[in-house]
């Protein structure tokens, strides 16, 4: 009963997360991403067939039980003859066996000893298995950051939209005063030409914006394996920039950083292979037994069907074997300390990045107070060519000019919001801890 109440909440669940909602914030595509992305669905296929090889080896561990049967003909038979020194007397010849053989036999098997072969092999099925998991979980983090970056991708690109409307509308109200003073004799043709030309510009930004987030979407809908692809929710560009001490960083990283589990994990691997080789240094002990039922069976000389046992000890020992085992030994050995180097090599590469990440950080984090006070000053700096325009007192290109400073610090200030939460996302990535609670997602 337990079992069907799973497998209908394990569908419901499917089914649930199949129907797209009416729109995404980044932690609902996370979710779905990870229920619907083909890639996990086949890391979990993965995972079960490590599983599967773990519970194969288990199985060496207990007793083997075979059926079998078997029927031989046999024309020539030996014959046995009495000479005895009787007058008169003839002993028949004994055939020793008979033409016709048949047996039936059910053997057992169970190896006594093997030098822990069996239980390492086990144990190293089971570091597999924790290996798979961890790649799984590593492409994961993968597909979280990409789906990450093409999310904030597209909200930097719909800013940009807006930010270049905005300016659009800015300049078809100068464009429409150009004009007025035109008629009235007040300007000249060639600072409207400037403003429309301008204008003209702007559409065309904005239209190669369009085609970007129209790409990005694609992709998006492609991680997520949707059909169609809800609204994106934007995310919260207002948040207070904040940072911890970067040794926080680095021991999440030690932590929670797939690669670094995934070479212990070789490492043990490589040490249970070691173990598994010196294993041919002792004896393989295997106990046998078989039941028979056969005609004939153990007595040749009674063509009849018998029960009959078979039970006793097997050994196995190489003697020599041209030094096979000492150099498996010292393979295992060799793949353990490149092993090491590797590690070594990671954690020195995983340092610096956390370093340099953690100092675009600060430097983001200081631009954006610039970039703020930047945005208020150059729209005063608008306003005030603005009016000046209106009184006769400025020129179209004074007018122009503020107005592209204007657009220009805006877009450098999202360009910097956006920034500052992809240098998150790319930090989360670096410390393994990217989606690992998505109730409390690193981008909201």
Do not use: C
Not at 248 to 277: C, D, G
């Amino acid at each position: 009963m337990l079992k069907r109440i799973t497998f209908v909440l394990l569908v419901w669940a499917q089914w649930t997360m199949a129907i797209p909602p009416d729109s995404l914030n980044l932690k609902e595509i996370w979710k779905v991403l990870s229920v619907q992305n083909l890639t996990l669905q086949q890391q979990r296929a993965a995972i079960e067939a490590a599983s599967a090889t773990l519970n194969q080896a288990r199985t060496n561990l207990w007793p083997t039980i075979q059926v079998g049967g078997s029927y031989q003909y046999i024309s020539d038979i030996p014959r046995l003859s009495f000479a005895l020194p009787l007058p008169g007397v003839q002993f028949p010849e004994i055939e020793a066996g008979a033409h016709n053989q048949f047996d039936f036999r059910l053997q057992i098997s169970q190896p006594l000893f093997t030098g822990f072969k069996l239980t390492n092999a086990v144990a190293i099925e089971t570091q597999r298995v924790a290996a798979q998991r961890i790649q799984a979980m590593r492409v994961r983090q993968q597909l979280l950051y990409q789906s990450g970056h093409l999310y904030l991708a597209y909200h930097l690109a719909r800013l940009q939209q807006r930010t270049l409307q905005t300016s659009w509308k800015r300049l078809q109200a100068s464009l429409i005063r150009s004009r007025s003073l035109f008629k009235h004799q007040q300007a000249t043709a060639f600072d409207t030409l400037r403003l429309a030309n301008q204008q003209l510009r702007l559409r065309n930004q904005m239209a190669q914006i369009q085609r970007q987030q129209e790409q990005i979407l694609v992709q998006l809908q492609a991680l997520l394996n949707y059909s169609t692809l809800p609204v994106l929710s934007s995310p919260d560009t207002t948040e207070p920039m904040l940072l911890v001490p970067e040794k926080v960083y680095w021991q999440q990283a030690l932590a929670n950083r797939p690669e670094l589990q995934s070479l212990k994990i070789q490492k043990q691997i490589a040490h249970l292979t070691q173990r598994i080789a010196q294993a041919e240094y002792f004896p393989q002990v295997y106990a046998f037994a078989s039941f028979h039922y056969g005609n004939p069976g153990a007595n040749f000389f009674e063509r009849r069907w018998n029960f009959y046992t078979v039970a006793g000890v097997q050994m196995q020992f190489d003697l020599w074997n041209w030094g096979r085992t000492h150099y498996r030994i010292q393979e295992a050995r060799a793949r353990w300390h490149s092993i090491s180097l590797k590690e070594a090599k990671i954690i020195q590469d995983v340092r610096t990045e956390i370093h340099s990440l953690y100092l675009e950080m600060q430097q983001v984090r200081a631009n954006q107070r610039y970039l703020q006070h930047l945005v208020e000053q150059e729209r005063l700096r608008f306003q005030l060519v603005q009016n000046g325009f209106q009184a006769g007192v400025a020129t179209s290109l004074d007018l122009q000019e503020a107005e592209s400073a204007l657009t220009a610090a805006q877009l450098q200030r999202y360009q910097n919001q956006i920034a500052w939460l992809r240098l998150k996302l790319q930090m989360a990535l670096a410390t393994g801890t990217i989606g690992q609670n998505l109730e409390e997602s690193h981008v909201q």
